[in-house]
């Protein structure tokens, strides 16, 4: 399989507490992005981070990039309630980008 | 949601039946996608379009085909349906700004019997 791998599986928290979620992957990338999930949604796009960027911030979110390891986490800080979602990291492959490989996600639990 | 939307929205059909999901979007957005999203799975790419008439195979397009006649329409039909392709079915469109991002329609819950 092409795809990446996340972790955790599933995360449960404490509102106000930070939540991280880590996504491997296994081939050049162009691009690696976040999306998240409601219960029964569609996912909706977060936050892109490009191959030659280490470090991305939109609100809440940081993103990290490390090429080298293949890896990538994303941080949410000060978590809400309306943060319990699933999450998704995706990569664009260096050779067909306009293609998106996802990992098989990150269930996250904010408990109010 | 980039004006996308998915019909129908839930089916439940019989082995052996032939199935078609349609896509519709309403921006012209030239590249449109299925995926099918299973647990422990993720999502996984059936088949894509990048124009009219055009198409290509994703990773898990065995017993899956295709169809773009239209810009605004993409059209997923399982030939002969079979228990596996109890899924649940995601379109999306690929943006074409600069950001190379996806936006997903609201997908469709299909359970074959």
């Known amino acids: 399989s092409q795809q990446g791998e996340e972790d955790p599986q599933a995360l449960s928290i404490q509102e106000g507490e930070n939540a991280t979620m880590n996504c491997s992957y296994k081939t050049s990338i162009n691009n690696l992005q976040w999306y998240r999930q409601n219960s029964g949604r569609g996912l909706v796009h977060l936050i892109l981070?490009?191959?030659?960027?280490r470090e991305k911030h939109s609100g809440r979110l940081r993103v990290t990039l490390d090429t080298s390891k293949k890896s990538s986490s994303l941080l949410i800080t000060a978590s809400r309630a309306a943060d319990t979602a699933s999450y998704f990291c995706?990569?664009?492959?260096?050779?067909?980008?306009?293609?998106?490989?996802f990992g098989s996600g990150t269930r996250l639990l904010v408990r109010p | 949601d980039a004006g996308i939307t998915q019909s129908p929205r839930h089916k439940v059909t019989e082995t052996g039946t032939p199935v078609t999901l349609r896509c519709h979007q309403t921006e012209n957005h030239r590249y449109m996608y299925w995926y099918r999203q299973d647990p422990g799975h993720g999502l996984r790419l059936i088949h894509y379009s990048y124009g009219v008439k055009d198409t290509d195979k994703g990773e898990v397009s065995d017993g899956y085909s295709v169809s773009r006649s239209k810009t605004e329409d993409f059209l997923l039909t399982l030939e002969s349906a079979t228990s596996s392709q109890t899924s649940v079915y995601f379109c999306a469109i690929r943006n074409q700004g600069s950001l190379e991002t996806q936006y997903f329609g609201p997908g469709t819950r299909l359970l074959v019997l």
């Open positions: 981070i490009r191959s030659n960027e």
């Open positions: 995706a990569t664009a492959p260096m050779d067909s980008s306009y293609k998106l490989i």
